[in-house]
T-cell receptor, first 113, second 114 residues
């Protein structure tokens, strides 16, 4: 089994509660941000994105908030479900000539039944 | 249908060996990537190809050589494998290499060097 999860910050929430996962990004010039969800044994899966000209964006049960002043990004999950249990990564795209995503360190979300 | 597929899913090999990981995408994307995820779950880009041309090489050792026979495939060949190469390697693709496009990831290849 994996032991890598022991190194990750972990958020434990009760099923049905709202979850808030936070991320501090590094580059003030980054202009595009993505939240990814990674379930055990799978690749990262796109959840929601936001551009730097926005402060908030909503999807189905998820909301991303961007605070450029303090370089902070958050992902809010409403009515958290067991299927939301995963590792969540924020990723930033620096505004330079090459496309690449710089990933944050990840947060493990555990949903208690 | 699997959008980004990698083979093999698991790879266990001895130090010093040479191995390859294959990746194919059926999304019609122009850009493909290799990412490495270490034991702490940290994801870092290794390479990026756009229409078979290398765009990004993030100071990866020369032992790692990506090859893109066409824009739907990006394979990763690793020579003289070392213990520190043990990680999960993810292939990804996106539409174009311009900013502001999401990347679609494969399921990963867990490489264990013993």
């Amino acid at each position: 089994g994996e032991s890598v999860g022991l190194h990750l910050p972990t958020l434990s929430v009760q099923e049905g509660d709202n979850s808030i996962i936070n991320c501090a990004y590094s580059n003030s010039a980054s202009d595009y941000f993505i939240w990814y969800k990674q379930e055990s044994g799978k690749g990262p899966q796109f959840i929601i994105d936001i551009r730097s000209n926005m402060d908030k964006r909503q999807g189905q049960r998820v909301t991303v908030l961007l605070n450029k002043t303090v370089k902070h990004l958050s992902l809010q999950i409403a009515a958290t479900q067991p299927g939301d249990s995963a590792v969540y990564f924020c990723a930033e795209n620096p505004m330079d000539s090459s496309y690449k995503l710089i990933f944050g360190s990840g947060t493990r979300l555990l949903v208690r039944p | 249908d699997t959008a980004v597929s990698q083979t093999p899913k698991y790879l266990v090999t001895q130090m010093g060996n040479d191995k390859s990981i294959k990746c194919e995408q059926n999304l019609g994307h122009d850009t493909m990537y290799w990412y490495k995820q270490d034991s702490k779950k940290f994801l870092k880009i290794m390479f990026s190809y756009n229409n078979k041309e290398l765009i990004i090489n993030e100071t990866v050792p020369n032992r790692f050589s990506p090859k893109s026979p066409d824009k739907a495939h990006l394979n990763l060949h690793i020579n003289s494998l070392e213990l520190g190469d043990s990680a999960v390697y993810f292939c990804a693709s996106s539409q174009g290499y311009e900013v502001n496009t999401e990347a679609f990831f494969g399921q990963g290849t867990r490489l264990t060097v013993v």
